[in-house]
């Protein structure tokens, strides 16, 4: 983010601006940290905070695309009710080929 800021004005933004920054998108949910890639995407749906959110990540392209489905977060609620567990957010990354790269390879 640093060297595309940089060359967009010519001026190069400290580091602590960037991780503040991604902080604040973070929080207001504009943006997912992909924790399998140590990397961060612009959140493509409108949901709420406590819904379960699915990336769907291609290793061969890169490509991720998020999904969300509600059958899958009443799933997840209970189990986390029965445990007596309150989810502050739920992220899950799956890893695999996407329908482009799947076909490429046939």
Not at 41 to 48: I, L, Q
Request: glycine share 6%; aromatic share 4%.
């Amino acid at each position: 983010m640093i060297e595309q800021l940089a060359s967009a004005n010519g001026r190069r933004p400290a580091p602590i601006s960037i991780y503040r920054a991604l902080d604040y998108l973070l929080e207001h949910g504009l943006v997912h940290r992909l924790a399998t890639r140590n990397a961060f995407v612009a959140c493509g749906h409108r949901h709420s905070a406590s819904e379960p959110i699915l990336f769907l990540i291609c290793d061969s392209c890169g490509k991720v695309d998020e999904a969300t489905s509600p059958d899958l977060a009443v799933s997840l609620g209970a189990a986390a009710n029965s445990a007596g567990f309150h989810t502050r957010n739920c992220v899950i990354e799956l890893a695999g080929r996407c329908a482009a790269c799947r076909e490429q390879h046939l």
